[in-house]
């Protein structure tokens, strides 16, 4: 059995520029999906999983601000929302801040990419084995958390455990993509992965999408990773070059629901699934406003 981690690290900085003009002012973890912001859907599963301190990865001084005062408790509202007796949004105001998890930060003060923003946690971490999550991937489970499952996983095989996707072969060059797989159950055994491979390199339908969980050797070699085809220094390689030196690389196939809030696009249509998946009522309202579209088309 190995232990498992509870730090995890969630990246936020940069200018989130695919969600732009709303985040000319704010940034994306505070974006709205269903009625909660993108960011507390992370938190909430860190909070499931049993992790004790979350790491943001920041990249100025409001955008740190925001998050230290978001989970930060507002004792101020909280007591006018029960002298108001507005006990529901009460309730929604104390579930914000998880009880007992710690709030950490570290600077990333160049746009070097996700795998140069991890290692800005680096003395944060320590010597302890981590979790990274991306914040604009927000996984809705019937059970179980997304990091819970993954770290059924890691207790029972160590190594670097993630997340994984099957997509058709024509949409896997947007993704890192397992290599060498070998499947048991919803379990992939994986001899590498490659960053964005064109499509005459691909040899799995596996995508690697996070959360990860990995063991503290990573941050050792982040260093040695060359910038890739992007210009910039990814996870993905150094993952790679950690399976290349013999730490098991592992894909689950999660039972999670991904809604992708990447880009208002995406973010759309993702409050629209999950806002009348979560919402009877909305459902059919959606249905009776379908059917009027059609009509009037």
Request: glycine content about 6%.
């Amino acid at each position: 059995m190995f232990a498992r981690p509870e730090v995890v690290v969630l990246p936020v900085a940069g200018l989130s520029t695919r969600n732009l003009p709303a985040t000319k002012a704010m940034h994306k973890g505070f974006l709205c999906l269903n009625n909660l912001p993108i960011i507390q859907y992370a938190v909430d599963a860190c909070a499931e999983a049993g992790v004790k301190e979350v790491v943001f990865i920041y990249s100025d001084d409001t955008c740190r601000n925001m998050y230290e005062h978001y989970f930060t408790p507002n004792k101020k509202l909280e007591e006018k929302l029960l002298r108001s007796d507005k006990l529901e949004l009460w309730e929604a105001i104390k579930r914000t801040v998880p009880t007992g998890m710690k709030f950490s930060f570290a600077c990333q003060d160049e746009p070097k990419g996700n795998g140069h923003a991890i290692l800005c946690a680096k003395d944060i971490i320590g010597e302890r084995d981590f979790m990274v999550m991306w914040v604009d991937d927000v996984y809705v489970c019937p059970g179980q958390g997304i990091l819970s499952q993954l770290l059924d996983v890691y207790e029972r095989f160590g190594g670097m455990v993630e997340n994984v996707i099957k997509f058709p072969k024509d949409q896997l060059s947007r993704y890192g993509v397992l290599t060498g797989v070998q499947c048991e159950n919803n379990i992939i055994l994986a001899k590498g992965v490659v960053e964005k491979p064109k499509v005459e390199e691909i040899d799995s339908d596996y995508a690697s999408m996070g959360p990860y969980v990995l063991p503290n050797l990573i941050l050792d070699l982040l260093p040695q990773v060359t910038k890739g085809s992007n210009g910039e220094i990814n996870l993905t390689d150094a993952i790679n070059l950690a399976a290349q030196q013999g730490c098991p690389l592992r894909g689950v196939v999660t039972n999670a629901e991904r809604y992708d809030c990447g880009t208002n696009e995406e973010l759309a249509k993702s409050n629209i699934r999950l806002s009348i998946r979560e919402n009877k009522v909305l459902y059919d309202e959606a249905v009776k406003t379908i059917k009027e579209l059609n009509q009037q088309l």
